[in-house]
């Protein structure tokens, strides 16, 4: 309530609502499609309906929603980066800021998590839908990974934002332009491991039109629209990538891991339609009741993209031990049972973050009392940081929590990893959390 009665005039309460709306479609994208069945020999394996029925793939271009989210983290960067410099701070007091809101959820989820799957492995049932949990609740942090590197560079891209002036629109351009190439040397010359390049360039060159958006420059929604949707339409077909703008299993190649020029332009694309609408849902926001659910829900929907798979996997443990079986995926039958089927996991979830959602409430921005000097030290520190962090995250996305006492390892691009290892880095330190 105290957060509604000081919302200033000025707020952009849309960017406020596609935050909420980018991390519920996954959490709602992931219950709808995801199928997980136990075979006869034992072993749980998760798949996807979009592999089962084809047709429903051109759903994701609307669906695979994380390029809004990184366009509502250039807004909010640029808007959070002015405050930090008013109030005499630097790069660290913004990191600080912006990680800790990421890191103290994220650490609960993963200290949680790994002791859960220690008792798993410590009691033989390391086996069936508690294996695959234990190695599969942890892959959407590579959002949060990759989104960690993103506020890491975010002050550097700034200033050259603010360096390139009127010019500042190129910069995207340029950052899509590098993506084409490594995309052309990933897959007309079969470069090894240039593809991950694309982790940089192509969510950058988003980020970098959030901050086009907060200056007011960011416009032409329609012809964004229309050459998002030309360059999409093309390259899912004369250009040979995926339709699907997340993982099926069985595809060659996935647009999302590493992400590609196909993904960068569903990217112009969604950003269109966002400008677009811009308008009428910013007056329907004006509405008490609607703001104050999106208010609501703001503060709980980083904990809900956490925990949202742990629901899913209670449920279907639960369904699978006593004998409960789905339809076939992509039946009339498996679409009728959805509702129900979401219903139920509402349940786990929603106690889940009744549990855990402490940790994810904001702390204002802080700056430190110390003097100019000292703050310039904190900044090679606070990189550092952040470095390990972004790394922690990501090697807990890549590896899970399964398999630490049998010495399991995954690997991250080329380095191997560690559930022990990782879920240590990721931890929130003084040099990147509050």
Same mark, same amino acid.
């Given at each position: 309530?105290?957060?509604?009665?000081?919302?200033?005039?000025?707020?952009?309460?849309?960017?406020?609502?596609?935050?909420?709306? $980018?991390?519920?479609?996954?959490?709602?994208?992931?219950?709808?499609?995801?199928?997980?069945? &136990?075979?006869?020999?034992?072993? #749980?394996?998760?798949?996807?309906?979009?592999?089962? &029925?084809?047709?429903?793939?051109?759903?994701?271009?609307?669906?695979?929603?994380?390029?809004?989210?990184?366009?509502?983290?250039?807004?909010?960067?640029?808007?959070?980066?002015? !405050?930090?410099?008013?109030?005499?701070?630097?790069?660290?007091?913004?990191?600080?800021?912006?990680?800790?809101?990421?890191?103290?959820?994220?650490?609960?989820?993963?200290?949680?998590?790994?002791?859960?799957?220690?008792?798993?492995?410590?009691?033989?049932?390391?086996?069936?839908?508690?294996?695959?949990?234990?190695?599969?609740?942890?892959? @959407?942090?590579?959002?949060?990974?990759?989104?960690?590197?993103?506020?890491?560079?975010? @002050?550097?891209?700034?200033?050259?934002?603010?360096?390139?002036?009127?010019? =500042?629109?190129?910069? @995207?351009?340029?950052?899509?332009? %590098?993506? /084409?190439?490594?995309? /052309?040397?990933?897959?007309?010359?079969? &470069?090894?491991?240039?593809?991950?390049?694309?982790?940089?360039?192509?969510?950058?060159?988003?980020?970098? %039109?959030?901050?086009?958006?907060?200056?007011?420059?960011?416009?032409?929604?329609? %012809?964004?629209?229309?050459?998002?949707? *030309?360059?999409?339409?093309?390259?899912?077909?004369?250009?040979?990538?995926?339709?699907?703008?997340?993982?099926?299993?069985?595809?060659?190649? $996935?647009?999302?891991?590493?992400?590609?020029?196909?993904?960068?332009?569903? *990217?112009?694309?969604?950003?269109?339609?966002?400008?677009? #609408?811009?308008?009428? &849902?910013?007056?329907?926001?004006?509405?008490?009741?609607?703001?104050?659910?999106?208010?609501?829900?703001?503060?709980?929907?980083?904990?809900?993209?956490?925990?949202?798979?742990?629901?899913?996997?209670? +449920?279907?443990?639960?369904?699978?031990?006593?004998?409960?079986?789905?339809?076939?995926?992509?039946?009339? #039958?498996?679409?009728?049972?959805?509702?129900?089927? +979401?219903?139920?996991?509402?349940?786990?979830?929603?106690?889940?973050?009744?549990?855990?959602?402490?940790?994810?409430?904001?702390?204002?921005?802080?700056?430190?009392?110390?003097?100019?000097? *000292?703050?310039?030290?904190?900044?090679?520190?606070?990189? #550092?940081?952040?470095?390990?962090?972004?790394?922690?995250?990501?090697?807990? $996305? =890549?590896?899970?929590?399964?398999?630490?006492?049998?010495?399991?390892?995954?690997?991250?691009?080329?380095?191997?990893?560690?559930?022990?290892? !990782?879920?240590?880095?990721?931890?929130?330190?003084?040099?990147? $959390?509050?």
């Amino acid at each position: 309530m105290r957060e509604l009665q000081s919302t200033a005039v000025t707020r952009d309460r849309y960017v406020d609502l596609l935050r909420v709306l $980018s991390l519920g479609v996954v959490v709602l994208g992931h219950w709808l499609m995801a199928v997980v069945a &136990v075979g006869d020999d034992g072993v #749980a394996r998760a798949g996807n309906v979009l592999a089962f &029925v084809p047709a429903l793939q051109p759903a994701t271009w609307l669906l695979q929603v994380m390029p809004v989210f990184f366009l509502v983290g250039g807004f909010s960067h640029a808007v959070a980066w002015s !405050s930090v410099r008013r109030q005499g701070g630097r790069y660290a007091d913004f990191v600080r800021s912006r990680a800790g809101r990421l890191l103290r959820p994220t650490a609960a989820f993963a200290a949680v998590w790994l002791v859960l799957a220690l008792g798993i492995e410590l009691a033989g049932a390391d086996r069936g839908v508690l294996r695959l949990a234990t190695r599969v609740v942890a892959q @959407p942090l590579w959002f949060i990974g990759v989104y960690l590197g993103v506020v890491a560079l975010a @002050p550097l891209m700034l200033r050259l934002h603010h360096w390139a002036g009127r010019l =500042a629109p190129l910069v @995207p351009v340029a950052l899509g332009a %590098a993506a /084409v190439a490594v995309d /052309v040397a990933r897959f007309g010359y079969g &470069v090894p491991f240039i593809g991950f390049a694309n982790v940089a360039f192509v969510w950058l060159a988003v980020h970098q %039109a959030g901050f086009l958006y907060a200056d007011g420059s960011l416009r032409h929604g329609l %012809a964004l629209a229309g050459t998002g949707l *030309a360059g999409t339409v093309a390259l899912t077909t004369a250009g040979g990538y995926p339709t699907s703008m997340v993982g099926v299993p069985g595809e060659r190649v $996935s647009n999302m891991s590493p992400p590609t020029v196909a993904l960068l332009a569903c *990217a112009v694309l969604q950003i269109g339609l966002v400008l677009l #609408a811009r308008g009428p &849902v910013t007056r329907w926001l004006q509405r008490p009741a609607v703001w104050r659910g999106v208010v609501t829900a703001n503060g709980l929907s980083m904990t809900t993209f956490l925990w949202h798979l742990t629901g899913m996997f209670v +449920i279907g443990a639960g369904a699978l031990a006593l004998g409960v079986a789905q339809p076939p995926a992509g039946s009339a #039958a498996w679409w009728l049972w959805r509702p129900v089927w +979401i219903a139920l996991l509402l349940v786990p979830t929603a106690a889940l973050v009744v549990l855990f959602r402490r940790a994810d409430r904001p702390r204002p921005a802080w700056v430190p009392s110390a003097g100019a000097a *000292a703050r310039r030290h904190r900044t090679p520190l606070a990189a #550092a940081g952040m470095l390990l962090c972004t790394a922690g995250v990501l090697g807990v $996305s =890549a590896v899970g929590f399964g398999g630490v006492l049998a010495g399991r390892t995954a690997t991250l691009i080329v380095v191997p990893v560690t559930p022990l290892a !990782s879920v240590l880095l990721s931890r929130p330190v003084p040099a990147c $959390s509050a």
